[in-house]
Nanobody, 125 residues
Framework: QVQLVESGGGLVQAGGSLKLSCAAS????????MGWFRQAPGKEREFVAR????????YYADSVKGRFTISRDNAKNTVYLQMNSLKPEDTAVYYC??????????????????WGQGTQVTVSS
């Protein structure tokens, strides 16, 4: 069982920055790939970023590439999402998720077995 708790969301003006954190329980965190997703009102949950278990691979949605950076600290059981140059269209609830199996559908929410409760990010224009 993996429990995930996000923090760091809030209200920020366009062009600003936020850093989200996701704290995970369990000693096997270091073996999981981790992802960030977001969901805006009336829209489906969409992939934002993913990081491999050893930080050797990072992947981003085209909409955030060059602005967001995913990272992890396995000693702290924490994954981060640094968000810069935020835009109003980034407004959503952001979720972190754990992929304990890595079956090949890295960009699909269905790939991830465990989810946090989400943290709201609101970007004003």
């Amino acid at each position: 069982q993996v429990q995930l708790v996000e923090s760091g969301g809030g209200l920020v003006q366009a062009g600003g920055s936020l850093k989200l954190s996701c704290a995970a329980s369990g000693r096997t965190f270091r073996y999981y790939a981790m992802g960030w997703f977001r969901q805006a009102p009336g829209k489906e949950r969409e992939f934002v970023a993913r990081i491999s278990w050893n930080s050797g691979g990072t992947y981003y949605a085209d909409s955030v590439k060059g602005r967001f950076t995913i990272s992890r600290d396995n000693a702290k059981n924490t994954v981060y999402l640094q968000m810069n140059s935020l835009k109003p269209e980034d407004t959503a609830v952001y979720y972190c998720a754990a992929d304990t199996v890595s079956s090949g559908s890295e960009y699909s929410p269905n790939e991830y077995e465990y989810w946090g409760q989400g943290t709201q990010v609101t970007v004003s224009s």
